[in-house]
């Protein structure tokens, strides 16, 4: 199993709606970085949480980080066609880095 | 400042063939770390190099190697390619010897038939 599970999956929304991405991890969490990859393309950087409790925005997108659950959540605010892709959530681990399932979303016009 | 370049951009191998990929790290990065992703798949972490030296190794087996060089690009080898090995391979550089603020390259895209 994952380290990191994300849901769901996929993802398919109307533009203008709201719509909330989730990562678990199975083990406690210090940090996790959020990226956006659109389709066979490299990896963008949206955002990192370090604390507990943070909350970062970022245009649209918002991401909090609960470490009591292990959790974080990616919020996008009034979805546009440009915010389609996979989005990737990631965390270090020992001298490696362990990345989620990953999120299709697609936004439909 | 350049971002993170990698070549070539596309392949296509045969089974039991060996590929190397290219990797140019960011200006100012001492760390790279390679990532395969398989189709609908996350990436998975292959290896990361800080200073010409591995520094951590994910859960593949030896022949996948690397190199670092004295200006910090890198490549992967890969030996002995399989089917399974068709993905998406991704590098990323940092400046810290860990994987915090990684700048991804945009892959180079593997097909091993």
């Known amino acids: 199993s994952q380290e990191l599970e994300q849901s769901p999956q996929s993802l398919i929304v109307q533009e203008g709606k709201n719509l909330t991405i989730n990562c678990t991890s199975s083990k406690t969490l210090y940090g996790l970085y959020w990226y956006k990859q659109k389709y066979g393309e490299g990896l963008i950087f949206l955002m990192m949480?370090?604390?507990?409790?943070e909350e970062k925005s970022h245009e649209k997108i918002t991401a909090k980080l609960d470490e009591k659950k292990q959790q974080s959540s990616l919020h996008i605010t009034a979805s546009q066609p440009s915010h389609a892709g996979i989005y990737l959530c990631?965390?270090?681990?020992?001298?490696?880095?362990?990345f989620g399932t990953g999120t299709r979303l697609k936004v439909l016009a | 400042e350049t971002g993170v370049t990698q070549s070539p951009t596309h392949l296509i191998k045969t089974r039991g063939q060996q590929v190397t990929l290219r990797c140019s790290s960011q200006?100012?990065?001492?760390?790279v770390s390679w990532y395969q992703q398989a189709l609908g798949q996350g990436p998975q972490f292959i290896f990361q190099y800080y200073r010409e030296e591995e520094n951590g190794r994910g859960n593949f087996p030896p022949r996948f190697s690397g190199l670092q060089f004295p200006n910090y690009s890198s490549e992967l080898n890969v030996n002995a390619l399989e089917l399974d090995d068709s993905a998406l391979y991704l590098c990323a550089s940092s400046s810290s010897g860990t994987a915090y603020e990684q700048y991804f390259g945009p892959g180079t895209r593997l097909t091993v038939t």
């Open positions: 949480l370090q604390k507990g409790g």
């Open positions: 990631g965390a270090d681990r020992t001298y490696k880095y362990i």
């Open positions: 200006s100012g990065h001492n760390t």
